[in-house]
């Protein structure tokens, strides 16, 4: 990954994927009642997508490019981190993420999460590169956060013959999300979504590890746009200690 320091998300990612598929994206932060991210205000990732990391909901928006992702059922092994909700029919995949704790550098990754993954004809080799691309949920489970990382073993492994194990797991924690994701798409109003998120992040749930996480490569990212959501949405940001008279607008 590598910051997108003169660019809006628009503009990155306009001329590899085109016009519709960036209307597409663009109608979906107005439907959450997010601002479209401008240069410095989300993390670009090597898939050619982004992260957007929403400090006072304790969730990520991450915009993929769905030719880089396993089928349909592997994204759904539970030892991957599952979306609270992804908009459909769109050319690139955009979801949105629970925010979880992640690994540090140092830390070591559960060797059942390998096994698990290895079990179904997956490769997590790649993820596990760096301990960060892993993190833990609210119960101690630990999956994988860069879902992109992870392949298949083998080229020649057919898609119909992956089978993955029951995520009730995940569904337990993040259920009632899920369900105040899909009435948001229904009732195309989002803001009673992120009032659940942010209680939920208030309750420990939902996670924001990288506002304090100084070495974590999406922090500054994160700051700068939760300042853009106190402008436009009126929340309140909490910035670290470190951030005090930090002139933010620098980075811009």
């Known amino acids: 990954m590598f910051f997108a320091r003169d660019k809006g998300l628009f503009d990155l990612l306009l001329p590899h994927y085109g016009p519709v598929a960036m209307q597409e994206v663009q109608d979906a932060f107005n439907l959450m009642g997010l601002p479209m991210p401008d240069q410095m205000e989300y993390r670009d990732t090597t898939d050619v997508g982004a992260l957007v990391l929403l400090n006072p909901?304790?969730?990520?928006?991450?915009?993929?490019?769905?030719?880089?992702?396993l089928c349909e059922t592997a994204l759904r092994h539970p030892r991957l981190l599952q979306p609270l909700g992804t908009f459909p029919d769109t050319k690139l995949k955009?979801?949105?993420?629970?925010?979880?704790?992640?690994?540090?550098?140092?830390?070591?990754?559960?060797?059942?999460?390998?096994?698990?993954?290895?079990?179904?004809?997956?490769?997590?080799?790649?993820?596990?590169?760096?301990?960060?691309?892993?993190?833990?949920?609210?119960?101690?489970?630990?999956?994988?956060?860069?879902?992109?990382?992870?392949?298949?073993?083998?080229?020649?492994?057919?898609?119909?013959?992956?089978?993955?194990?029951?995520?009730?797991?995940?569904?337990?924690?993040?259920?009632?999300?899920?369900?105040?994701?899909?009435?948001?798409?229904?009732?195309?109003n989002f803001e009673s979504f992120w009032s659940v998120c942010a209680t939920e992040y208030q309750n420990g749930l939902l996670k924001s590890c990288w506002v304090q996480a100084t070495d974590?490569?999406?922090?500054?990212?994160?700051?700068?746009?939760?300042?853009?959501?106190?402008?436009?949405?009126?929340?309140?940001?909490?910035?670290?200690?470190?951030?005090?008279?930090?002139?933010?607008?620098?980075?811009?």
């Open 57 to 69: 909901y304790g969730c990520t928006i991450r915009v993929t490019n769905r030719q880089k992702l």
């Open 216 to 252: 974590n490569p999406v922090h500054y990212p994160a700051a700068a746009y939760e300042r853009r959501l106190a402008q436009t949405k009126n929340v309140q940001p909490h910035y670290p200690a470190h951030f005090q008279g930090y002139n933010l607008g620098a980075l811009l």
């Open 94 to 188: 955009i979801d949105v993420y629970p925010g979880i704790t992640s690994l540090g550098e140092k830390d070591s990754v559960s060797s059942d999460l390998t096994k698990e993954l290895e079990a179904c004809g997956l490769d997590p080799v790649d993820a596990m590169n760096k301990s960060i691309n892993c993190g833990v949920l609210a119960n101690g489970y630990t999956v994988v956060l860069d879902i992109p990382a992870v392949t298949k073993k083998h080229a020649s492994i057919d898609d119909d013959s992956i089978i993955v194990p029951e995520n009730a797991l995940q569904q337990r924690l993040y259920g009632h999300l899920r369900t105040a994701f899909t009435e948001a798409l229904d009732t195309k």
